[in-house]
């Protein structure tokens, strides 16, 4: 059974980097992501990556975000700097296994299998 466990939110200031991690049990190699949800707001895409290394980002975070995995660890990461009050929200941790993430510009949420349970990131102007 596959089961990923985020970890690393909390509070900062607007200007203020956190990293987010998550690590995947039981998983093999596929695609994996990041996605938010704000109150009162649908759940986005903020990154991706597949299986060959390379990434996708949402317009909101390029420039800002980084994803990265450890393959050996079967962890994967979310480098965020640059924190805008706008990046508050429950940050989930995605992964569809076997298969990459697809031709779209940014796969949907819909193309994901496993998720994680969320950890929070608040940032405060």
């Known amino acids: 059974e596959v089961q990923l466990v985020e970890s690393g939110g909390g509070s900062v200031q607007a200007g203020g980097s956190l990293s987010l991690s998550c690590a995947a049990s039981?998983?093999?190699?596929?695609?994996m992501g990041w996605f938010r949800q704000a109150p009162g707001k649908e759940r986005e895409g903020v990154a991706v990556i597949d299986s060959d290394g390379s990434t996708r980002y949402a317009d909101s975070v390029k420039g800002r975000f980084t994803i990265s995995k450890d393959n050996a660890k079967n962890t994967l990461y979310l480098q965020m700097n640059s924190l805008k009050p706008e990046d508050t929200a429950m940050y989930y941790c995605?992964?569809?296994?076997?298969?990459?993430?697809?031709?779209?510009?940014?796969?949907?949420?819909?193309?994901?299998?496993?998720w994680g349970q969320g950890t929070q990131v608040t940032v405060s102007s």
């Open positions: 039981g998983y093999s190699r596929g695609c």
């Open positions: 995605a992964a569809r296994a076997y298969i990459g993430c697809g031709t779209w510009s940014f796969p949907p949420e819909s193309w994901f299998i496993y």
